[in-house]
């Protein structure tokens, strides 16, 4: 190999010097262009080279297009590689240079030589200039009939590119039924494979508006097709594997002899070397099974050996793929894995994101027989050096304890970490001795004693501090010292800079006062008089409506603050079994590893395809060119609920959701249960300790709407505008502008579904109740539409972007609306019209 | 479906770009990519799959250099990060090694490689023999040959052959001076010792890897004399699963060179080759500190390639560590390693020393956890033994050569 070309160093692709080098390199090509001197060759790929790399580190060298165009008359391969590569980078940009290269493409791809026809018609296919289609067709018929399989294996793929750029040239030129006649009896099996990732793409982006097509779709997922790929899986590469592999997840059997058929040809599958396709196949295995509970399990059984091993044998990055895979399966049937429990063990030097994983799954293994020895392992991550890893742990011990009846010991644990005077150990636990005394309250006694013990002073952060307030109040009457602690805490009043420590403060000493007044009352007066001059407006409201319940009827006081608790026997669950199931149903998928369905995330999805069309001059609302999205902050001046990632998104949902009401409590299971127990004690005259979703309530208190019911049996009072019409760039622009007034999860009729299979016809449906379709797009099973509507008067608009997910028949809405008050009539009046999709 | 994969320097640098689909992606999105490795400290904490505001993302770091793969539709997350590993594979294997220079110097062959792997965004080949034949590696003898012969292309000419045979791992028509076939077993021990000296977990990983230089067709088959101790085993494509099913008789037909022909676990093994004893003894601002190395479960073979490493907790200021055998040496970040060498025959090793602690804490009690690693050759610590080795289409009589190595894996022992 020749020495490189010192530009290589050049750190910065924004450097000017290459500049003086590019128009240098124009002028040493163009010299060589005709020559036909020996040694030529070797000057001229020394010189691409140049060109080459300076193309990598992002110097502009399209200037030498014509210049590269011209050298490449030439038989050295690796020079005909090169020149392919620049062509296939600047052919875009430059589409009638573009057409200079046409020529020599399409000369290559008649050469004699397999390889080199290959490669010619992978770089005509790849040069992306859709007024060039026309010189594809020819080549790209041509290469599908090749003798060599490397060149039709080529083609293959390459009508899918053709189909990208120009949709109906591929159609026209009659490429899928060709590529189906070519999947169906080609010997080679990656040109087969080949055809089938083709032909998926092709027919399911064109489901939509052919029925032929959506009839094809089907046809590869039929019995005989279905059959031919499995009957030939051993001859496929391992990656092709995955592709059919992922055909046959979504095949659905007749009997329970074709499951049992299917799983014992593809057993072996299981031993494969590639992860990828172990874990294919063991999703073809858990989607054939679930309605066979008992074989369900044996998959589990069966499954677990390989998956275990996945996990260890790998590279990190692997691990985790495995791992968040595994930790689905494990949080599904955690009595499979009881006895492995030994896996999940956290090595020290692990990343922090895999340890955080093996430590739920731990959490969720632990039964009977093995929490004992769970628990002392988890003590040990607890003296880690690492600190958000003892954090976690201990935190995992708290929900072992929650989850177990015998918490005997584990009680003795945790008090044993107080006793480890590391703050950080002191203030987690704190926070979890609380919780667990709201479930166990029998479990005061030993916890009062040592938590007695912990000087205040020891403890900083606000959740800590708000817990060990708490239990200062809670338990004032048993612990001797607790009016005394809380006056010391409510004479550095001013210093307590969180709200929610204070917050907790004054309730604490109410309770205490309730229980104790004559030692608690200096501290009373002092903490109502600080907090009816808190800036704070929670802090100042609840100290005046303590101020004034204790003046009005201490009585009446007593039973408001300290009310008669019941233990609380379930912490809400962070997610509900619904979503679990969902994202099950996505195995082998980003959601496994996002723990969270497709539809919360896939927004990109749909860019992915809009972004093709747009090329097509199509109509796309809602999305960006996906290289100028890439500005971060561009995203977030978007509205939030375009993706993002997990804790944004969420916030992104809260807000969106809670609109304006304010004093709803924010329930977050983890984070937030000390606040929240804060705002029950306040609620709890009604409803005692209940735990709500406070998203719907919150609105229909303002509305006055009362709870929400069926859509259709609410009298709808709005009335829209039947020729309401807004222009599609008028829409995108206040779809940006505006914040989500509501955000909404419904299912759909399974009628409306059947309906979906022409997705044209919802937009007409919908324009029959004066709601207006501005743009539609994505594929089965998950649609996407945007509406507009308008108020009767004009007053005020609706726009909605709604989401359908035909094979779950769930339904997401974000509706945007000027009026704000209006918008849950308006939902309602949108759902009611679309719960008649496919019934009329 | 991949859309465009970029390999990243250790400073963030765009090496190289390969787009893979027409849908072009943004070289910015590496700029997003690397200050979310800024902002999370070391690139190797950050999780393998993210999501950025335009695609997701998964990267693979090797010898400092980043595999970024973009993506914008949902697809198989294992798929996406095992051919990234195996780009990395093949890419080190090609270019001997792996790092910023051998990438720049050999831009042109990773392009060539990326373009035969993958197509279109869906993994092609990533067989290390099929794509030697269609790219020569940038070896000492082709560029000999080149000079001599004045031919440069480093491509070969024909196609592989293999492609359009029924064994598409290897080429066909093989002819070798020397027939010999080694078969090698590596083993890795993972175990965790709790800081009371007992076994918290203990397992072996291991491969079978065979090196294998015959020529035509061979056909072999591998016993074992006791298969049943495997808890899980894992497959070269070329094995053929039958009479593994039947008979646990590992046949298949190898591809030429070296490759690892199976890998496996054997759980729950009952003890150690050797132990080491860590002791704390913490006393008004200075803590005393002593391990002992020895050997617990003599393995019948020399133990050597001992090495002890911890990491000083955050709280120590100064260490001052002396061992009776091998050398101790202290970095800045803190890590210690004691290197030991072979097993001495007449003494046990042992460490001992004095850790001054931060003013104002009387006590350690942050422990380190020791890691631990060992190489014993000629022994498989799981016990797996090799019954024998045939041909069944031999052309000539080839030689056969097994060998065995034991390692420390993740061998950490708490205190």
């Known amino acids: 190999m020749a020495p490189p070309a010192q530009s290589h160093r050049s750190p910065s692709p924004s450097q000017p010097s290459g500049k003086g080098e590019v128009s240098d390199l124009k002028t040493q090509l163009r010299q060589l262009a005709g020559s036909r001197a020996p040694g030529t060759d070797d000057t001229k790929r020394d010189l691409f080279k140049k060109v080459i790399s300076y193309m990598t580190i992002g110097i502009d060298v399209s200037s030498v297009f014509s210049e590269m165009v011209m050298c490449s008359a030439t038989s050295d391969i690796v020079l005909k590689k090169m020149c392919y590569l620049y062509v296939g980078n600047y052919a875009k940009h430059n589409p009638d240079l573009a057409l200079l290269t046409i020529n020599f493409l399409q000369r290559d791809c008649k050469d004699e030589d397999p390889m080199i026809r290959g490669l010619a018609l992978r770089s005509l296919c790849s040069l992306g200039v859709a007024n060039l289609v026309e010189y594809l067709v020819g080549p790209l018929g041509n290469g599908l009939k090749d003798g060599n399989s490397y060149v039709r294996m080529v083609a293959a793929v390459g009508v899918l590119k053709l189909y990208h750029l120009s949709a109906s040239t591929c159609l026209d030129a009659d490429f899928p039924p060709l590529l189906k006649q070519l999947m169906l009896k080609d010997k080679d099996a990656q040109v087969v494979a080949n055809c089938l990732t083709s032909l998926q793409e092709i027919w399911s982006l064109e489901a939509s508006t052919s029925e032929e097509a959506a009839r094809e779709r089907e046809t590869l997922l039929s019995k005989p097709v279905v059959y031919y790929f499995l009957n030939r899986m051993k001859e496929f590469s391992e990656w092709a594997q995955c592709i059919v592999l992922e055909l046959v997840s979504k095949y659905v059997p007749m009997d329970t002899e074709e499951i049992f058929d299917i799983m014992n040809l593809l057993e072996d599958r299981l031993h494969h070397a590639n992860g990828a396709v172990v874990l294919a196949t063991i999703k073809v295995f858990l989607h054939m099974t679930l309605s066979m509970t008992d074989v369900h399990q044996q998959v589990y059984e069966r499954i677990k050996a390989p998956l275990l091993t996945l996990v260890s044998s790998g590279s990190p990055e692997q691990s985790y793929a495995v791992l968040s895979h595994l930790h689905l399966l494990v949080m599904r049937a955690p009595y499979i894995f009881s006895s492995d429990y030994k896996h999940f063990y956290c090595q020290y030097n692990e990343p922090f994101y895999v340890k955080k994983l093996k430590l739920e799954m731990l959490t969720a293994v632990a039964n009977e027989s093995n929490t004992y020895e769970i628990v002392t392992e988890l003590c040990e991550y607890v003296a880690n050096v690492d600190i958000p890893m003892a954090r976690e742990s201990i935190r995992a011990v708290g929900k072992i304890a929650l989850q177990q009846y015998d918490v005997n010991a584990i009680v003795d644990r945790l008090l044993q970490f107080l006793e480890m005077e590391k703050e950080h150990v002191t203030a987690e636990t704190l926070v979890l001795v609380k919780d667990l005394l709201r479930k166990y309250p029998q479990w005061s006694h030993d916890c009062i004693a040592v938590v007695g013990n912990i000087s205040s002073k020891n403890v900083q952060e606000p959740k800590a501090k708000a817990a060990l307030i708490w239990m200062l109040g809670e338990y004032a009457q048993d612990m001797q010292d607790s009016p005394y602690i809380l006056e010391g805490l409510v004479e550095n009043w001013d210093e307590e800079d969180s709200a929610e420590v204070r917050l907790h403060l004054l309730t604490a000493v109410v309770k205490c006062f309730l229980r104790r007044a004559p030692e608690t009352q200096k501290a009373l007066g002092d903490a109502l008089a600080a907090g009816v001059t808190d800036f704070h407006q929670d802090v100042h409201d609840r100290a005046f409506l303590y101020y004034r319940l204790l003046k009005y009827d201490v009585s009446v006081a007593e039973r408001i603050v300290n009310p008669p608790k019941q233990a609380v026997s379930v912490f809400a669950d962070t997610q509900s079994s619904e979503m679990k199931d969902r994202i099950f149903d996505e195995f082998n998928s980003l959601s496994v590893v996002y723990q969270k369905p497709s539809y919360m995330f896939t927004d990109k999805e749909h860019r992915g395809p809009f972004a093709f069309s747009e090329e097509l001059g199509n109509l796309s609302i809602g999305t960006e060119p996906s290289d100028a999205a890439v500005a971060a902050q561009r995203v977030e001046a978007n509205d939030k609920d375009l993706l993002l990632g997990t804790s944004e998104k969420e916030e992104g949902h809260g807000y969106g959701s809670n609109g304006s009401a304010y004093s709803a409590p924010s329930y977050n299971a983890s984070t937030t249960a000390g606040a929240s127990q804060a705002h029950f004690d306040l609620v709890s005259i009604d409803q005692p300790s209940t735990v709500h979703p406070p998203v719907s309530f919150a609105i229909d208190d303002l509305l006055g709407l009362g709870m929400p019911s069926a859509p259709s049996s609410v009298p709808s009072t709005l009335q829209l505008n039947a020729k309401a019409s807004i222009d599609a760039n008028a829409f995108q622009q206040k779809w940006r502008q505006q914040p989500i007034s509501l955000s909404q999860e419904t299912s759909i009729d399974p009628r409306g579904v059947a309906g979906m299979m022409n997705p044209q016809a919802l937009p007409q449906h919908m324009q029959g109740h004066s709601i207006n379709c501005i743009a539609s797009g994505g594929q089965a099973p998950k649609f996407k539409f945007f509406f507009f509507a308008q108020k009767e008067d004009g007053s005020s608009a609706y726009l909605v972007e709604c989401i359908i997910n035909s094979s779950s028949c769930k339904v997401q809405l974000k509706i945007k609306a000027d009026e704000q008050a209006t918008s849950q009539a308006f939902s309602e009046l949108f759902q009611s019209a679309l719960s008649k999709f496919g019934s009329a | ?415």
């Open chain 2, 1 to 415: 479906m991949l859309q465009c994969i970029f390999l990243l320097s250790d400073s963030g640098e765009v090496l190289l770009e390969k787009q893979l689909t027409g849908h072009r992606v943004d070289r910015a999105i590496c700029d997003w990519f690397w200050n979310q490795i800024l902002t999370q400290g070391d690139s190797l904490k950050l999780v393998p799959v993210i999501s950025s505001p335009t695609h997701y993302l998964f990267q693979v770091v090797r010898e400092g250099i980043t595999f970024l793969a973009c993506s914008q539709v949902e697809m198989p997350p294992l798929m996406a990060i095992e051919f990234l590993c195996r780009v990395a594979d093949v890419l080190s294997n090609y270019l001997d090694g792996l790092n910023e220079d051998l990438i720049k110097d050999n831009f042109v062959i990773v392009y060539e490689l990326l373009d035969e792997m993958i197509d279109n965004g869906f993994p092609l080949t990533t067989e290390p023999n099929i794509l030697r034949e269609m790219i020569a590696p940038p070896n000492i003898v082709s560029k000999v040959l080149s000079v001599v012969t004045g031919n440069t292309s480093n491509v070969s000419n024909t196609l592989p052959g293999a492609t359009a045979s029924c064994v598409p791992w290897r080429k066909t028509d093989l002819k070798h001076a020397t027939n010999e076939v080694y078969v090698d077993l590596v083993e890795e021990m993972d175990a965790t010792i709790n800081r009371d000296g007992n076994l918290v977990k203990c397992e072996i990983y291991g491969e079978v890897q065979v090196n294998s230089n015959l020529s035509g067709l061979p056909d072999l088959t591998l016993s074992f004399a006791n298969p049943s101790i495997f808890n899980d085993v894992r497959f070269h494509p070329c094995v053929r699963l039958r009479p593994w099913e039947l008979n646990q008789i590992l046949s298949f037909v190898p591809p030429d060179g070296q490759f690892k022909l199976m890998s496996y676990r054997v759980k729950k093994l009952k003890s150690t080759p050797i132990y080491v004893k860590p002791q704390f003894t913490s006393d008004s601002g200075t803590c005393r500190i002593s391990v002992l190395v020895g050997i617990r479960n003599d393995p019948g073979k020399s133990i050597d390639n001992i090495t002890v490493e911890f990491r000083l907790p955050p709280c120590v200021t100064s260490s001052d560590l002396s061992p009776n055998y091998g050398a101790v040496n202290v970095l800045a970040d803190k890590t210690c390693s004691w290197t030991i060498g072979r097993m001495p025959k007449d003494k046990a090793p042992s460490m001992s020393g004095t850790l001054v602690l931060e003013t104002g804490m009387e006590r350690l009690h942050v422990f380190p956890t020791f890691q631990v690693a060992f190489r014993i050759m000629g022994v498989a610590l799981s016990g797996l033994k090799i019954d024998k080795l045939d041909l069944k289409n031999p052309l000539s009589r080839p030689h056969k050569g097994f060998r065995a190595l034991t390692r420390g894996g993740e061998f950490q022992v708490r205190s």
